[in-house]
């Protein structure tokens, strides 16, 4: 070949590519020429939730029958639908562009899960001109079904709630709708598809294999969430495809607000949910008397732990007392006392604070909606924030951060300490109650992090209260005949329409255990151990405990004698007024029976821990607190934390203010000082004979341990003043 012919064959060949490139080009359906049109004649929820995703991708949405009366039935059931078909009709009439493409489509509860150019792209390999969705059931009709043509694979029924085509086609296609509004936009469609001629001439097919449009009715089966780097589609399993529109029709509302809390937001594991949504609410620029105004309804409905730490913790909320206005319901007269006691000292603090107690005899569920009516009907009342007396909010921050996410429910998320139980549920069962959803466990957990749209929240959450003026404003949301107030509460949520939220974005505290409260003693909290651990030890325990081996504050002031803090000051006051409270101090009496096999017999004045019921926690508390204590300081060691003898003694000037040398019967000793020397009582402490070295000036809480029977023969040194409380301990007799 020679050169000049060489290079014109090249050229040929690289004119044939391009013409065959812009060939391609040409026939590349342009975004542009794509317009979405939806009904919507209210601003719900869900089609924010289609707003955002349609944002999110870039389409283009024209929204038609906006604040208009809705007349195609119930919205959330819609048997109707024929005035989308007037509106859409009536829209078309007035565009003129042949090769618009026109994607009509519900939007209550549908996403969009991917961008225009794969929806052109899909809907250009149909090589028809009008797609519709399609359905595994036939619907309204079912005598229609053998008039349906068959379909080699995939559905074989239209769904009205999506469809694309060129503009000219569906112009067509609705020219004779004269129906009202009430009646069936499905049927209107299925009639002309079914119809051979009319289905040639529009060009009408069905997405069967849900490659554009996936039904989630009939389909649940088949749908499964594709977790991908930075994103999560939707896959139908069945026909291996992606589709790029999600539609939660029928009973499927549930379905897709699954889905929706994925669908199409970018999401990864590491940082949950990067745009969970966009509308967030700041209040960092308002200054705090135009904070919105929040009112606080605080729930007692049964006998509870750590109710002085919840109001306690209450006045630590971090948002402005005097935009804030509290209503407490407290059912429980064994708790009137804390509540009064809250209402005196701070409730000056807010800007107004209501108490409505166990003698005006409301029930649980009317006291639910009274507190949401003092809301609705004070102009003033911008949030309704429900609290139960059960919950521990350790995040301070949780009013504010709950405002910041401007959703219309949002409850944080609590747990219960080391378990699975939680304040909100992932699905429902059939019949209403809790189902665990898939994600359930990855959320409770923080392995995956949001903010979620769920069915059912409790014991925590904030409401708008322009919810409670409008879609809420039924006085009766938490009665039921059958349901739980909470479910009832829910349950009517749900039917509106109205999304509730759980956010885990931040760690907010816990719930505590109801269950076996004793409420007997003075104070009942002391018996918590076992019920609520962690918030036992938030109460009980010395606050530099969890430092004392890491930061070396175990201090030796003689021989094998060591002392630490263990107790908080609340600890030693508890102690000392449940024993004070208790009241039957023995003399010598007792103690012949109490020291055996051959001890000294050195009487003191004391309460036994168990004369108050308390020895099964107090052997929980010194397993749990002393035993890894005693195992670091005595190498080798291995308590079983078993006591014989455990007493709280006191000492007074003029009862018995000293106790003479003696050993112990016990392989070591704890000697907790309940009280503080100098403001409490004078004198006091311990001497160590054999090493001639005293604790002169116990520290309260502190605990001094020591071996007991052989080497550290001991005295308790005079009381000259007050009166001294210790708490004594032989462990391991
Ligand atoms: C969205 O559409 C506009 C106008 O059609 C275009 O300028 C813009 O680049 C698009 N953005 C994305 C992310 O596709
Ligand atoms: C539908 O339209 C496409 C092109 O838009 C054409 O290729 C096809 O033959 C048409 N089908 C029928 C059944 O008319
Ligand atoms: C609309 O009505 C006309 C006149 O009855 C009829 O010829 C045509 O086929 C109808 N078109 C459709 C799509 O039903
Ligand atoms: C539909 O609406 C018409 C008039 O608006 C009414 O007469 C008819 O009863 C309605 N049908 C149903 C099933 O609601
Ligand atoms: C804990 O220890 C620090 C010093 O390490 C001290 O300042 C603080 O007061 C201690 N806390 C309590 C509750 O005693």
Redesign the pocket.
């Known amino acids: 070949m020679r050169r000049s012919s060489f290079l014109l064959f090249t050229g040929i060949l690289v004119c044939l590519l391009f013409l065959a490139l812009s060939h391609c080009e040409e026939h590349r359906l342009p975004e542009e020429k794509l317009l979405v049109v939806t009904v919507a004649t209210k601003d719900t929820d869900g089609f924010r939730r289609f707003m955002r995703s349609a944002k999110h991708f870039n389409y283009t949405v024209k929204v038609l029958g906006r604040s208009q009366k809705w007349n195609g039935g119930d919205y959330m059931s819609a048997p109707g639908g024929g005035q989308k078909v007037r509106l859409l009709k009536a829209a078309l009439e007035k565009m003129k562009n042949a090769d618009q493409i026109i994607l009509f489509i519900d939007s209550y509860d549908v996403v969009f899960a991917s961008s225009p150019k794969e929806l052109l792209k899909k809907f250009q390999q149909s090589k028809h001109r009008v797609v519709f969705s399609s359905e595994t059931l036939i619907w309204p009709d079912r005598h229609l079904e053998d008039k349906h043509p068959h379909v080699r694979e995939g559905n074989r029924f239209l769904g009205s709630g999506g469809f694309i085509g060129y503009l000219p086609n569906i112009k067509?296609?609705v020219?004779?709708w004269t129906g009202e509004d009430n009646e069936s936009d499905q049927l209107f469609f299925t009639?002309?598809y079914i119809?051979p001629?009319?289905r040639k001439?529009?060009n009408i097919t069905l997405d069967s294999k849900c490659r554009l449009f996936q039904n989630l009715h009939g389909a649940l089966d088949e749908v499964v969430l594709k977790f991908e780097d930075s994103r999560v589609r939707a896959r139908n399993v069945l026909y291996d495809t992606l589709p790029v529109i999600i539609h939660g029709n029928g009973p499927t509302k549930l379905q897709i607000n699954y889905l929706g809390n994925y669908i199409p937001n970018a999401w990864t594991f590491e940082t949950g949910c990067t745009v969970c949504h966009e509308d967030l609410y700041s209040l960092k620029a308002l200054k705090e008397s135009e904070y919105p105004l929040v009112m606080i309804g605080i729930f007692i409905q049964q006998p509870t732990p750590f109710v002085t730490v919840f109001f306690e913790r209450l006045l630590k909320l971090q948002y402005p007392k005097n935009r804030l206005k509290l209503f407490i319901y407290n059912q429980e007269a064994h708790h009137g006392p804390q509540v009064s006691s809250f209402q005196q000292n701070h409730g000056s603090l807010y800007q107004d604070i209501k108490v409505m107690g166990p003698k005006e005899e409301i029930d649980a569920t009317a006291s639910r909606n009274l507190a949401f009516d003092l809301c609705r009907n004070d102009k003033d009342c911008d949030y309704f924030f429900s609290l139960n007396i059960e919950v521990v909010l350790k995040n301070e921050n949780t009013l504010k951060i709950l405002i910041e996410q401007n959703l219309p429910i949002v409850a944080p998320m609590i747990t219960r300490a080391g378990r699975l139980w939680s304040n909100f549920w992932g699905a429902l069962s059939g019949d209403g109650y809790y189902a665990r959803s898939e994600d359930y466990v990855d959320i409770v957990q923080g392995q995956r992090v949001g903010v979620w749209n769920v069915p059912y929240v409790s014991s925590v959450y904030l409401v708008k209260a322009s919810l409670l003026r409008s879609a809420l404003k039924d006085y009766e949301l938490f009665n039921s005949p059958i349901l739980d107030p909470d479910m009832a509460y829910c349950h009517n949520v749900r039917n509106k329409g109205i999304f509730m939220y759980v956010t885990n974005m931040h760690t907010f505290g816990r719930i505590l255990s109801t269950e076996n409260y004793q409420t007997t003693h003075l104070h009942n909290d002391l018996w918590q151990i076992f019920e609520n651990p962690v918030d036992w030890q938030d109460r009980y325990i010395h606050a530099n405990y969890t430092r004392i081996m890491k930061d070396n504050l175990i201090e030796t002031p003689c021989p094998d004698v060591y002392w630490f803090p263990i107790f908080s000051d609340v600890a030693c006051n508890h102690l000392v007024e449940e024993m004070e409270h208790y009241g039957k101090w023995s003399g010598g009496g007792n103690v012949d029976t109490r020291i055996q096999g051959g001890y000294e017999n050195v009487p003191t004045i004391d309460i036994h821990m168990n004369q108050v019921n308390f020895e099964k926690e107090w052997q929980k508390f010194l397993l749990e607190y002393i035993a890894p204590i005693t195992e670091k300081m005595y190498p080798g060691y291995y308590t079983k934390a078993q006591f014989d003898l455990a007493f709280v003694v006191r000492y007074k000037k003029d009862e018995q203010p000293s106790l003479k040398p003696h050993h112990d019967a016990s392989t070591f000793t704890i000697n907790i000082a309940l009280n503080q020397v100098g403001l409490d009582y004078q004198g006091g402490g311990c001497r160590f004979l054999r090493y001639d070295c005293s604790v002169q000036a116990p520290r309260k809480g502190w605990a001094l341990m020591h071996p007991g029977r052989l080497t550290h023969y001991h005295e308790g040194l005079p009381t000259t003043g007050g009166v001294r409380y210790i708490a004594v301990s032989f462990v391991d007799p």
């Open positions: 067509e296609m020219a004779n009639k002309i119809d001629a009319k001439s529009i």
